[in-house]
């Protein structure tokens, strides 16, 4: 047998994968009862519905025709990807300057039109702004500079 | 009920020198992203959450409505002039907006839209006045399961208006509803879907996912389409559209207007929605019909005036019932939460400044909005020279620093991260991350008041179709359904969506 829509067998592959891992997390929680419903009764409920919506889109298809996924561009999603967990990392050891200017640099590397110049002017104007804005104006408790 | 009373305490809230302030603050923002295409007024709300939360509440929804309507303003520029949508809402302004412009009438192309926006704002902001206090009136009387098939239908509504496969869209929502339901469960005091992560102990951060998908993971995404040089056609000469060109096109603003203002409040409306069955209907009953797509002024008139209404009445269901139509609005209902004030028919009641002062902020708003994009068009203009190699990366840092700021906590950093994977993967799927973002909202609600339902009626499952106003919610989702699932309204539906 083919898939004949991939789009829709991959969507439903994804709502299986999220049913099964709700269903067997919440297998830990209570059930209950309709009249007194524990803390695994509405999850359990929402998993078997996405799990059978999910098989639905699987079944259908190998019956009706669909549209190919268009290509994964992982790499830049990555680079993006990473470029945020690195400012998770960063902030609050080296401060707000430092890991603004780091997630800015790493994320334009994501598209290949970025140019040196020009991304080393936005990073700085970005982290200047970001100072004056979110931490004078705004009183946001961020760290300005790493701490020593 | 006393309107003029409501409208006076509406008027001393919003016309105070702060509230002014944050009124254009927000417009003068929505006004930015809405001409500029690749960021949108969700995202922007989004980045905006954290710093919401060191106003007044009233403030804080004052500015993020700003944002919201003063971006349907903005796209209509983009489209006009570049024939790019600024907004999603825009799309169809294109059509005959820059048709206009490439016949030297960029100028009253832009004029009408700012005109019919205008009037429409006003006169959807007078819909709100009047409509939401007798509709909050009988939201108050609504028991667990009348509210539980409210948001069933709700749902189901949105699902049925967003674009693609039926199911994958209730997939979704189901998806969000679950998703929502991570971190403590208040009855039981158990900690859901954690994984072991502490962080989790409150739940999955809606700041964090909806920036996640509104913000990163259309980054990645929009990374991948051609970039468009944003080339503007022509010059745009005088602005104020002629008198004949006003006669021509008061009909058609009434009809976007009334069309937009029905559309907005229909979950899963808004400002789109409205924007396209405001094009069709005029395109249906305009007359003489032929001109359009070829640059005739009502098909600028109409739309634009239609997405402004179905902006503004799209608060309606959000202020009277709590209910977000459309993902803006769930983000309000966010901002709301964070101050504390749980969103529903009781807000009205118990915090007026609030609501009228939203509602008279949006008179304010849109006055601003047409000296704002008027005189100043050259100004909106020269900012889409701003290419986007140069927006993405600025986007991901506001995300990031929003995201950090809203508990001061580095965990949801990382949230963001592994959603805006996810967040990719939907897009490429044609997974509609609208559904998700309502569900998710929605499902600790939707959870409280099954329980509720359930344990009046000592477990059956009956009060839903014994209760007549519940029972009305139901047989409305299950039509919607069937309706959809009927194969001859479904290839209308797919047509009109595509267009």
């Known amino acids: ?148 | 009920m006393d309107l003029f009373g409501n409208l006076a305490i509406g008027f001393g809230v919003a016309l105070t020198l702060e509230n002014i302030l944050y009124c254009f603050v927000g417009v003068l923002l929505g006004t930015l992203v809405g001409v500029l295409p690749g960021i949108g007024p969700v995202t922007t709300v989004a980045m905006l959450l954290p710093i919401s939360f060191t106003l007044q509440p009233v403030s804080a929804m004052i500015m993020l409505a700003g944002i919201y309507y003063g971006a349907q303003y903005g796209g209509s520029t983009t489209a006009i002039l570049v024939n790019i949508p600024g907004e999603a809402s825009s799309v169809v302004t294109t059509i005959d907006g820059h048709q206009m412009a490439r016949q030297g009438r960029a100028g009253p192309a832009l004029g009408i839209a700012a005109i019919g926006s205008f009037f429409a704002g006003c006169a959807a902001t007078l819909l709100i006045a009047v409509a939401a206090p007798p509709l909050a009136a009988i939201a108050l009387e609504f028991g667990p399961a009348e509210y539980f098939s409210l948001m069933v239908c709700g749902l189901i509504a949105a699902v049925v208006l967003a674009r693609g496969s039926v199911i994958k869209a209730i997939g979704m929502v189901v998806l969000g509803l679950l998703l929502g339901l991570a971190g403590t469960d208040v009855n039981s005091g158990i900690r859901r879907f954690d994984f072991g992560f502490q962080g989790l102990a409150d739940g999955i951060e809606f700041v964090a996912l909806s920036m996640a998908i509104y913000g990163i993971a259309e980054v990645a995404y929009n990374l991948e389409q051609k970039s468009e040089a944003g080339v503007v056609a022509g010059a745009i000469g005088r602005i104020w559209p002629s008198t004949a060109d006003m006669v021509h096109c008061t009909p058609a603003i009434l009809r976007g207007t009334v069309l937009g203002s029905l559309l907005g409040v229909v979950p899963g409306g808004g400002a789109l929605l409205a924007a396209f069955g405001a094009y069709t209907l005029e395109k249906k009953v305009a007359k003489p019909p032929r001109l359009f797509g070829q640059g005739d002024i009502r098909g600028v008139a109409a739309p634009e005036s239609a997405n402004n209404a179905g902006a503004q009445t799209s608060f309606i269901p959000m202020l009277t019932l709590g209910l977000p139509s459309n993902p803006t609005m769930a983000m309000m209902i966010g901002a709301l939460m964070i101050h504390g004030i749980a969103p529903g028919p009781r807000v009205m009641t118990d915090r007026p400044e609030l609501f009228w002062g939203v509602v008279v902020s949006m008179w304010v708003g849109n006055l601003m909005l047409v000296v704002l994009n008027l005189p100043l068009v050259g100004v909106w203009v020269r900012l889409l020279r701003i290419p986007y190699r140069l927006l993405f990366p600025s986007i991901i840092a506001f995300c990031c620093i929003g995201t950090y700021t809203i508990n001061t906590n580095v965990f949801d950093v990382f949230v963001m991260a592994f959603f805006a994977i996810f967040g990719y993967l939907c897009l490429k799927l044609d997974c509609e991350p609208a559904p998700l973002i309502l569900g998710f909202v929605l499902g600790p609600m939707m959870e409280e008041n099954l329980r509720r339902a359930l344990l009046i009626s000592r477990g059956d499952p009956s009060v839903f179709i014994d209760e007549p106003i519940s029972l009305a919610f139901l047989i409305a989702s299950a039509l919607l359904l069937i309706v959809v699932a009927a194969p001859s309204i479904r290839a209308r539906r797919e047509q009109a969506l595509q267009e």
């Not at chain 1, 830990?28 to 999850?43: D, E, K, N, T, V």
């Not at chain 1, 669909?66 to 401060?95: D, N, Y």
Request: aromatic content about 8%; charged content about 10%.
């Open chain 1, 1 to 148: 047998m083919n898939i004949r829509a991939p789009k829709d067998f991959w969507s439903g592959v994804m709502f299986l994968a999220f049913a099964a891992a709700a269903l067997l997390t919440a297998r830990g929680y209570s059930l209950g009862a309709a009249g007194r419903m524990g803390p695994g009764y509405f999850p359990m409920l929402l998993g078997g519905v996405l799990a059978l919506l999910g098989l639905v889109l699987v079944a259908r298809s190998f019956v009706i025709a669909g549209e190919p996924v268009g290509q994964l561009h992982l790499i830049p999603l990555s680079v993006i990807a990473t470029s945020v967990c690195l400012f998770g990392l960063a902030i609050e050891r080296i401060g707000l300057v430092v890991s603004l200017i780091l997630v800015i640099a790493v994320s334009a590397l994501a598209s290949r039109e970025s140019r040196l110049t020009e991304t080393s002017a936005l990073a700085l104007a970005l982290a200047a702004f970001s100072v004056g804005v979110f931490v004078y104006a705004l009183r946001l408790p961020l760290p300005i500079w790493p701490k020593l």
